[in-house]
């Protein structure tokens, strides 16, 4: 009886204090160029407004803008738990998930399912942290491996194809046959 307590209790401690290590430092890559960035130059930033030395080195290097540096690092959005836990374990989410660990995955890693596992593991740990909602900072130190890669390449591309679907989407739904389809044409 004595011997279920204390397994009971070190269920406890190892749950209550996880000794599992969070990310610290972001490996950039895009094609030779390699930059590094520790997430608490990150963090600091979006605390402070100011760049380290070597922020303002590599925005400067990425012909970046720290204001639009510091909105995406302070870009908070709604996770719950339950449905984002749901979602990253249905069919369209491992989808999302895999394509994301082309992005961002464990440095030096090349196993596709690690890096799904440790960007799910990032996701739901950030928002278990932070009640529910998450920002990048927040996903960093959650993510559960020492350092993270980025690739920029594919996160370039990425992007041009988001903006490129976002202006398609708002094309036909501003379009005229959007009107003729609903019938509030002014004919």
Not at 166 to 174: A, V
């Amino acid at each position: 009886m004595n011997l279920k307590y204390q397994n009971i209790i070190l269920l406890i401690v190892l749950f209550l204090f996880p000794s599992g290590k969070c990310a610290e430092t972001i490996f950039l890559y895009k094609g030779t160029f390699s930059r590094t960035i520790t997430i608490e130059d990150l963090y600091n930033f979006k605390k402070s407004k100011v760049p380290s030395n070597q922020l303002k080195n590599l925005i400067k290097i990425t012909n970046q803008n720290e204001k639009d540096l510091h909105k995406v690092l302070s870009y908070e959005i709604d996770i719950p738990l339950k449905t984002s836990s749901r979602l990253m374990n249905s069919k369209i989410g491992k989808v999302f998930l895999s394509r994301i660990s082309k992005i961002i995955y464990p440095n030096k890693i090349l196993d596709r399912n690690i890096g799904i596992k440790a960007l799910r593991s990032g996701i739901l740990l950030s928002s278990y942290n932070k009640n529910e909602k998450i920002n990048l900072i927040d996903f960093f130190k959650a993510y559960p491996n020492k350092n993270i890669a980025i690739d920029l390449n594919a996160l370039s591309k990425t992007l041009k194809k988001v903006k490129s679907l976002k202006e398609l989407i708002e094309f036909y739904s501003n379009s005229p046959f959007k009107k003729l389809k609903d019938g509030s044409s002014s004919n």
